[in-house]
């Protein structure tokens, strides 16, 4: 039985040791330093991300929730942008570095709910560099609220290092001589193709009740208390295999599935889907082997997905996607985010982009 995904737990440590990869095969990067996050996916895209480290001891609450992303797309040109939001009307012409002047000429683009802004291109780099080594951002004159900017500098380094702009141009913590042709272009998404559509099932139900009966000390084996029920479903596969999703077990704000590949003639010989962990993830712990948080097929665009939440509010977690291909399950997407705060639910970075 498992809460969240088993990978959540180590990805942070595999990512974060993921030195700079060769351009066949750019790994992703994923860092929490103070209270900013990093993550890079597979083509170079950057986003560093406001997230308060929940063990540093605040001197003071504060009463709003304000964010802050800041996005880099890889390459020479890669353009910057920079997004704010808050609960509340926000005026980023009041934003201000602690004991400095409000940073007031920048074009920030309002969004309709005024909440959020967007500040593009050169004027995005400026604003950066004249909050990166203040220890926060305020967003107005009045109040307590704030922005931690501790970790800041850190994360955009690790960013100019992920994308190669380290010594050029076009860094933004540690520009250099070079041109900023010399930053590497973006790299490749992999191909992932999917399989023909199989031939339908005639026994779904008696398929499912068979590979249920089989197979119930594995599902004991994962403390599944889950009572079979409508969502039970089997797919075609291949012309000779079935997917066959069964219900696991319930949680607070989730639930989780054991899903199965068996021949459509012998549910006997059902086997548990061990699918591929994402690029940077740390092998699924054997004792959730098969078991998927919010688990689910769509035969259709032959995907299974797996939403996995940190907590109830998904404001952290983890995002899959697998594609079959005929014969295996590939992994197509992955988002992820480890530390819970400073995002949208389920708004989690992209690590692992694919294309068809």
């Not at 099932?201 to 409508?230: M, T, W, Y």
């Amino acid at each position: 039985m498992k809460m969240v995904s088993p990978r959540l737990a180590a990805i942070a440590l595999v990512a974060a040791c993921s030195g700079t990869a060769t351009a066949q095969t750019v790994r992703p990067v994923y860092r929490e330093i103070g209270d900013w996050l990093i993550a890079c996916d597979n083509t170079r895209g950057c986003l560093a991300r406001h997230a308060p480290d929940p063990a540093q001891e605040r001197a003071e609450v504060e009463p709003e929730n304000i964010g802050m992303d800041i996005v880099r797309q890889a390459g020479p040109n890669g353009a910057i942008t920079v997004r704010a939001w808050a609960d509340r009307p926000l005026d980023p012409a009041r934003f201000h570095a602690s004991g400095a002047a409000p940073l007031s000429r920048l074009p920030w683009r309002p969004g309709d709910d005024g909440e959020n802004a967007t500040l593009s291109g050169d004027p995005a780099r400026r604003f950066i560099r004249a909050i990166v080594d203040a220890p926060r951002l305020m967003p107005g004159s009045t109040g307590t609220a704030h922005l931690s900017l501790r970790g800041l500098a850190a994360v955009l380094l690790t960013m100019d290092e992920a994308q190669g702009r380290i010594g050029n141009a076009s860094a933004l913590m540690r520009p250099g001589p070079a041109p900023a042709s010399a930053t590497p272009p973006p790299a490749p998404r992999p191909i992932v193709r999917t399989g023909p559509p199989a031939p339908p099932l005639r026994n779904q139900k008696a398929l499912v009740a068979a590979v249920r009966k089989f197979h119930s000390g594995i599902f004991a084996g994962h403390e599944c208390d889950r009572e079979p029920d409508g969502e039970d479903a089997a797919y075609p596969l291949t012309t000779s295999d079935a997917i066959v999703v069964l219900g696991c077990s319930r949680y607070a704000y989730q639930t989780s599935v054991l899903v199965f590949r068996t021949p459509r003639d012998r549910p006997s010989a059902a086997m548990l889907l061990k699918l591929p962990d994402p690029p940077a993830a740390p092998p699924a712990d054997d004792d959730s082997v098969g078991e998927y948080i919010e688990g689910a097929y769509d035969p259709d665009s032959r995907i299974f997905s797996e939403f996995s939440k940190g907590r109830g509010i998904a404001d952290c977690g983890s995002a899959t996607e697998w594609a079959f291909d005929g014969r295996v399950f590939r992994v197509s997407a992955f988002r992820w985010q480890a530390r819970c705060g400073g995002t949208m639910p389920g708004d989690w970075p992209v690590l692992y982009r694919t294309r068809r």
